[in-house]
């Protein structure tokens, strides 16, 4: 059983339309309905952590001068 299952939660579906985001009018007249659907799919997909900063930065990518090979 799933997390989400055992507390009495249901996660929707990819086809839920919480998972359709507008296009963003020109005007921006729909900005709170793009804003929340946006929102909505990047904390569902796990990605949260990339849009309030808290994710990792990576790590330089070094190549060992002796052998030629990454580090």
């Known amino acids: ?16 339309s919480l998972f359709n985001i507008p296009k963003l009018a020109e005007d921006g007249s729909n900005w709170i309905t ?7 799919v990047i904390g569902a997909q796990g ?7 808290h994710a990792d930065k990576p790590k330089a990518f070094t190549i060992n001068a002796t052998m030629g090979l990454p580090c």
């Open 34 to 40: 793009y804003k929340e659907r946006t929102l909505t």
């Open 1 to 16: 059983m799933s997390p989400a299952m055992a507390t009495g939660i249901a996660l929707p579906s990819t086809s839920s």
């Open 47 to 53: 990605l949260m952590h990339y849009v309030n900063g």
